[in-house]
């Protein structure tokens, strides 16, 4: 089973087939276990929580085209720890976007459980800062190193600083999110320059990276730019549909 990030922005049921790899997964998952109907576990942890986790369910069912999916929503408050209970006994874990370190917060006390079902086949889906968890290494929100400006500054968090915390670790370089949209592709240039990460993947709205036993996919619209170290700089390069 994979491992499948969305960079953010597929929010309406035009993008419900950026979804559908993930909830095909999960089908099968659940035939091996005997079930009819996969079992998703869908966790929102955004200020809007009840409203996000209602929206991203809406839009596994129709990825799912007709084929009978159970949804278990879990909406917490934004930093608010998630339970075991939130992830039993399902063929597939769904995260949604909100603030990086309110989710990664939300979802820390079940990190080794996370990894434990993801290993066992229970594919998972991060959306946004969900899928910026799921690094080993979990980007924070700054927007500075060392002082210097490397990205767009949101008003709310203008001064900043970056900072790299340990996130789920299902896969192993970071991962930056609404990367062409918000002009994030500097802030992981500047965060593999600077040595903070060894090597990130920064993925486009609308555009899913699925990473499974045969490498890397990229599904959607837009790209996967891959930012690793080089002598004397950084490599940059994407990874189209």
């Known amino acids: 089973m994979s491992v499948h990030l969305i960079g953010g922005g597929a929010t309406t049921i035009a993008d419900a087939a950026l979804h559908s790899p993930f909830v095909a997964e999960a089908a099968v998952r659940a035939g091996h276990a005997g079930r009819p109907r996969p079992r998703i576990a869908v966790i929102s942890l955004h200020p809007e929580a009840e409203e996000k986790a209602a929206a991203l369910g809406e839009l596994l069912t129709h990825a799912a085209a007709g084929t009978a999916i159970e949804l278990h929503l879990t909406a917490g408050g934004p930093g608010e720890p998630i339970g075991l209970a939130a992830i039993a006994d399902v063929d597939g874990i769904a995260v949604g976007g909100g603030v990086v370190e309110d989710v990664r917060a ?55 600083e970056l900072e790299i915390e340990a996130g789920i670790g ?60 080089a002598e004397g700089g950084v490599l940059v390069s994407t990874i189209g549909t």
């Open 106 to 160: 939300g979802l820390e006390p079940v990190f080794g459980e996370l990894r434990r079902l993801v290993a066992d086949g229970v594919p998972f889906l991060g959306i946004s800062a969900g899928a910026m968890i799921a690094a080993e290494g979990s980007l924070g929100g700054g927007s500075r190193i060392g002082g210097v400006v490397v990205s767009p500054e949101d008003p709310g968090e203008a001064g900043d």
């Open 170 to 229: 299902l896969v192993d370089v970071a991962i930056e999110v609404h990367v062409a949209q918000r002009g994030m592709l500097s802030r992981l240039v500047a965060a593999v320059e600077s040595g903070m990460i060894a090597g990130g993947l920064g993925i486009d709205e609308r555009t899913a990276l699925i990473v499974g036993d045969g490498g890397l996919r990229v599904e959607g619209e837009g790209s996967v730019w891959r930012v690793l170290p």
